[in-house]
Every structure is written in C-alpha cells, then in structure tokens.
C-alpha cells in the first residue's frame, strides 16, 4: 500500500500522528558506493531516485553540502513548460513534460503540478510571427501549442492591460496550454523519499572538498566527512560547477556562474491562473496556490556566487511588471532572493559521461533546470547506468561547442548572461 | 554595486556593461589554431573568488575597464583600463553590492 494514502492519512489522524516515519534517515557515509551523486537538489535526487527505480543500482550516495533542497530547487519560481524551437531541447522537456504529468503518482507525494499554461505575449508583428513558428515547430514534434488573439488573451487574463495605449500593446501570444507550474519543495522531498526508501543514502551537510584519483581516473571524493569513494561519481551542482570542476583540476568550462532573483509578493485573490511571460522585456508571473504572486526577470548579468542580487534588477523587474498590470502598482513585495544559475555558451544543458574517467557531468541548466529536473534525473541516470548517453541527452555533450554543435535556442551567440 | 571608473569616478554598475572574462586571449587574426579559437570563444575561467573581467563603461566614458571582484562578496578590488594599464583608480571609497 501506498505510504502516503486517504487511509494512511486517517490512521495516523486517529492515532495522534505519532507513527510517520521521516521521509528519509540520516545515515552516516559509507566507506565506498557505486556510485556517489554530488548535489542534494532536484537533479541529484532525481537521478539517485532513476537510477534506483529504471537500473536497480541501490548503492548509491546523494552529498550534499548544506541541508537537502536549499538551492535552486527551492529557489525558481516553479514554472514547467516545453516550449521551445530546436528538436534538441523540445524532445528533451517534453520528455520531462510527459514525466511531471505522472509525477505525483509515481512518487506517491503530491508535488501540485497544476498545468494552468504558460502564454507568451507578443508586442510586434515580427515576434507573433515568430511565435508562429515556433508553435508550428513544437506542433511538427506533438508538443501542443496555440497562437491567442488579443480577444482571447483578454478573456483569459483579465487583469492584463491589452489596450493599444499600453506602454508595450499586446498583439497576441503563444500559450502551451499543458505548461504549468509545481511545488518546487515537494519535488525535492519526492524524490528525496523515493530514493531513501529505495536504499539510496542521502547524507546532507557534507560538502565535497576536492577528488580522490587512482592515476587518471576519478576513484571518490574527500569531504568534510571524510573520504568516500565510488566507482562512478556524478556531479549535479549547477550553479557551483565551475567550482567543483577546478577542484577535480578542471579550470576552464563553457559556462559562466550567474545570479538570478526571483520575488513574491504578500498574498492577493486569484488574478492571474496561467504562467504569463512579457516579449518586450524578460519577465515571468504565476500566482501561486497560496495567493502570492511569484515573478522574475534577467540575470543580474554579472559572475556571481553569492545567491543574492543587487537593486538595479529589482527595479528593472517591478517596471516590468507594471507594464502589463498597472493595476498592480500599489501590491507589496514580500520577499526576494537569488539562486546560481550556470549558464552555458549556448543556453543549453550538459548531460554527459566525463569529461574525466570516473566522471558524469549534469551542469548548465540555465534558467530552465526546475522544469528539467525529472528529465534530467531520468536521463542522467541512464547516462551514468550505461555509460553512454540516453537519445534525448545525447545533443547535450561538452564538447559540442568545439565540433560546431551548439543548440542555441535564442540565436544569442556565446554571450551566457544573454541566454 | 559602484565601479570606479578611473575617468569618471565611482558610477552605479547600471552605467556599465559586463563582458566577462578577463583571462581570454585572442588569436592573431590569421590564426588557424582552432583549439585556441575554440578556448577563446567558448571557455571561461569561473571562480569562485577573486576574478579578473572586463567592463565597458558604456554610460559614460565608453572606456573598456579590467577590474578585478570578488564573485562571493561583490567587492571590487581594483580597476584600471583594459588596454595599457597607465592609469588605476582610486579604490579605496569601494562598492557595496
């Protein structure tokens, strides 16, 4: 029986909810694992929970340096969706997509994926145009898509300001009507309980300090609680990959570390029930179940570790949000915060086995990792099982930058804090 | 986040426009060295720490800056222009980010 039921639920109701078990132990470091995943976040959980589940491989390490889920997992602003243009990344997320759909259910934990859309406003012909054709090429590859009218965007989001006197008029927009958003922390504690019960050990408050070796081949990792080695180690770090790649000696990679804000504010009756993006600018808004508005907008477009931003965007943000809701102007803002982003040379990921022996990579998730994260656990997983790449991680290799191989889906060039 | 530019004095971060790592060095033009390309083009030094980048000081004086901050603390430890290096700013009234 499910652990998690209407009936459990009933039971440890009457009798006082003395029984649950925690959602997973805290067990001390063994000496050697088959395989150690480095990072506690979503990706890590996720692909300790596959690797489990689809390969039987059990005797597994998830590291984590701080407590389990304090990066960017809690840090998006939990928007999913599958709305991209090149085949690479569509049949990517919309495998993550198909995942998330049955997500809940294979956990057994409820992670509130609530598909409520996500529409892209377009400001000029040219972008609709655009729009257009990114629908068609989502639609060529079954994802779904549907250009909107400005009649239709009005009736679905009537807040909006849509009028032509609008600093920037909406003209129509592109919505992916099974996008939507999730409980990012659930995400966390699902797979984090799926893996545990399945025998993973998740050992948080233990941060990796540097690689063991056995000539060329990474053989473990030294941490703050001691030594533990594996015959495969895999890195899930985003946001600190270029960190924890110069300790494995690694100095030099495609990707540059980035701070990116996120904000709420205090809680408002239901205003805006789809995930909404401005064309003009780069701004995102849902609301979530609790009433809070949840938004964001650029990069603060400088290298940063420091998981917080500075005030320039925070203004740059709220303009942008007053362009499309002037209404909003007098909302209060209730809390802010910043998560590291890796940002690759192209905007795309990096799923790979290396780049030393003994190495998986799972890095470079950009903005979009939170709707990656069960893709990316589940293909990572499959990399690091059979050593070789699943189909739709195997366009996202480190070295396609140097073959002429870059999956850009913006068209930015190799300028990160572009992506 | 205040850079001090060594023309203009300290200026807020919004004047400038960020072209990341300083350590890159470019090919000669005719170069047909394509790892040295690719290195140029595609790979970042990305530490955690003190790192050496360029800025533009493209709301002012247009001039291309080396500064060196720190990605952990936002602290700016030096500036002085790209090119040539004949003239570093005075740092000691420093940015907060």
């Known amino acids: 029986m499910a652990e998690y039921s209407a009936f459990s639920l009933l039971k440890n109701a009457l009798a006082g909810n003395k029984d649950w078990k925690p959602a997973w132990r805290k067990p001390d470091p063994k000496a050697s694992y088959d395989v150690i995943v480095i990072g506690g976040g979503g990706h890590g959980l996720s692909t300790a929970y596959y690797l489990a589940k689809e390969h039987g491989i059990t005797n597994v390490a998830v590291l984590e340096k701080g407590w389990l889920g304090s990066g960017n997992v809690g840090r998006n602003t939990t928007a999913v969706r599958s709305n991209y243009l090149l085949p690479q990344n569509t049949r990517f997320y919309e495998h993550s997509m198909k995942l998330w759909e049955n997500l809940s259910h294979d956990l057994n934990y409820n992670v509130m994926f609530s598909q409520r859309g996500c529409l892209n406003l377009a400001h000029t012909p040219a972008q609709l145009d655009d729009y257009a054709r990114r629908g068609n090429a989502m639609r060529h590859l079954g994802v779904d898509a549907e250009l909107m009218s400005v009649d239709q965007i009005k009736r679905l989001v009537p807040a909006l300001d849509v009028s032509g006197s609008a600093r920037f008029p909406v003209l129509g927009g592109l919505m992916q009507p099974r996008a939507g958003t999730a409980r990012h922390d659930a995400v966390a504690w699902g797979y984090a309980r799926g893996a545990d019960r399945r025998g993973v050990d998740i050992i948080e408050n233990c941060e990796v300090t540097g690689f063991l070796r056995d000539g060329g081949r990474i053989t473990g990792v030294s941490t703050t609680r001691g030594e533990i080695r594996a015959k495969k180690v895999a890195l899930a770090v985003a946001g600190s990959t270029g960190h924890v790649m110069q300790l494995a000696g690694i100095s030099h990679m495609p990707i540059e570390s980035h701070v990116l804000q996120a904000f709420v504010s205090e809680s408002l009756k239901p205003i805006v029930d789809t995930v909404l993006t401005f064309g003009m600018g780069h701004f995102y808004i849902s609301q979530s179940d609790k009433g809070g508005l949840v938004y964001g907008g650029d990069l603060d477009g400088y290298n940063s570790y420091a998981q917080r931003g500075s005030l320039p965007i925070v203004d740059e943000v709220m303009s942008e949000m007053l362009a499309l809701f002037p209404g909003l102007a007098r909302v209060r803002m209730l809390r802010s915060w910043g998560g590291l982003c890796d940002m690759t040379m192209d905007g795309s990921p990096i799923v790979t086995t290396g780049p030393l022996p003994g190495m998986y990579l799972n890095c470079g998730w950009c903005y979009g990792g939170f709707k990656a994260t069960p893709a990316s656990g589940w293909c990572f997983a499959y990399t690091i099982a059979k050593d070789e790449p699943h189909e739709f991680n195997a366009p996202f290799t480190l070295d396609r930058f140097y073959r002429g191989l870059i999956i850009d889906d913006k068209g930015q060039g190799a300028n990160p804090r572009l992506h | ?97």
Not at chain 2, 62 to 79: F, G, Q, Y
């Open chain 2, 1 to 97: 986040m205040l850079i001090t530019c060594p023309y203009c004095g300290p200026r807020d971060v919004i004047e400038f426009t960020y072209q990341g790592d300083g350590n890159r060095e470019r090919p000669q033009p005719a170069s047909q060295d394509l790892d040295a390309w690719n290195a140029y083009v595609y790979d970042r030094l990305n530490p955690a720490g003190d790192h050496n980048e360029i800025w533009q000081h493209s709301g002012g004086c247009r001039a291309h800056l080396r500064v060196v901050r720190n990605t952990i603390t936002h602290e700016i430890l030096s500036t002085a222009f790209a090119r040539g290096g004949h003239k570093s700013a005075d740092n000691k009234a420093e940015s907060r980010s």
